[in-house]
């Protein structure tokens, strides 16, 4: 039996499965994004300035530690700065070197902690020159002078009597050249005796003076005031030249004259 003869319709009824809505799709930029920000935020954590700065920059300073001791660090990152005065002119050869070859303790071993160095000395201020001496007086001058004139002149010894105060007459011309260098010195002046370190030492003082005094009238005598002259006797307290050889005893044996000042 047919369902059109019957006056019937056949139904078919058909199920339809709807699909569930996709994800929407999410940009690779995105991704990139997101890593750069985990980057930065590791970056501005704490943690990541223990673990890179700080041993960059125990590394720099221990490097520096040795001769450096004025060298400043600064560090950002694994960039090392170094700053500060130099305390002299290329003190601050070999700091950046130093600092490069510095090794820090890392989980991959010993490795240089800084990725840069650079340096920013400064140089310091030149101290100001100091003020100039002060000229010497003219007096001075001249008493210096005076000296050694009169050093110059005494190279002769003046001659005396053997164990006397007699100035002898060969020595008469050098006491003309004497008094005359005496003549141009300022002020007071010195006469000074002195013996060889044979006999009495009391003896010797006086015989000293004895001759320093005959001296300063011979000078006396050549027109040059008395009172411009101070005599003394050292004996054998002075000498310039070894007592033991004849030939010492003779340099010992002599008249100093010198300006006072």
Same mark, same amino acid.
């Given at each position: ?7 019937? @319709? ?9 699909? *569930? ?24 954590? *704490? ?6 700065? !700080?041993?960059?920059?125990?590394a ?5 530690a ?11 990152? /694994? ?5 500060? @005065?130099?305390?002299?002119?290329? $003190?601050? $050869? ?30 310091? %201020? !030149? ?5 100039? &001496? ?7 001058? &001249? $008493?210096? /002078?005076?000296?050694? !004139? +009169?050093?110059?002149?005494?190279? %002769? *010894?003046?001659r ?21 260098? =005496? ?6 002046m ?15 003082? =006086? +015989? ?5 005094? !005959?001296?300063?009238?011979?000078l006396?005598?050549?027109?040059? %005031?008395?009172?411009?002259?101070? @005599?003394?006797?050292?004996? =054998? =307290? ?6 033991? @050889? ?11 004259? %010198?300006?006072?000042?």
């Open positions: 039996m047919s369902g059109a003869a019957d006056g019937q @319709t056949a139904v078919t009824i058909r199920r339809i499965r709807r699909r *569930p809505e996709p994800l929407p799709f999410l940009p690779v930029g995105g991704v990139l994004v997101l890593a750069l920000l985990g980057v930065v935020a590791f970056a501005c954590w *704490p943690f990541a300035r223990d673990w890179i700065e !700080a041993p960059t920059r125990a720099a300073e221990a490097a520096l040795d001769g450096y001791g004025w060298v400043r660090v600064a560090v950002d990152g /694994q960039e090392v700065v170094l700053s500060g @005065t130099l305390p002299a002119l290329g $003190a601050d $050869a070999g700091a950046e070197d130093a600092v490069r070859a510095a090794l820090a303790e890392t989980w991959l071993g010993k490795h240089p902690p800084a990725w840069g160095v650079t340096s920013r000395f400064e140089m310091a %201020e !030149a101290p100001p020159d100091p003020p100039p &001496a002060p000229a010497p007086a003219p007096d001075v001058v &001249a $008493a210096d /002078q005076c000296d050694a !004139a +009169l050093a110059a002149l005494l190279r %002769e *010894p003046i005396f009597d053997t164990a006397s105060a007699t100035v002898q007459a060969d020595s008469f011309g050098l006491l003309d050249r004497i008094a005359e260098a =005496a003549a141009t010195c300022p002020g007071r010195r006469i000074e005796g002195h013996t060889d370190a044979q006999g009495d030492a009391e003896m010797n003082v =006086a +015989l000293s003076q004895a001759r320093a005094e !005959a001296v300063r009238d011979q006396v005598s050549r027109g040059l %005031e008395a009172d411009r002259f101070d @005599t003394v006797g050292r004996g =054998a =307290a002075d000498p310039v030249a070894d007592d033991a @050889t004849a030939e010492g005893r003779a340099q010992n044996r002599r008249i100093e004259i %010198e300006a006072i000042r």
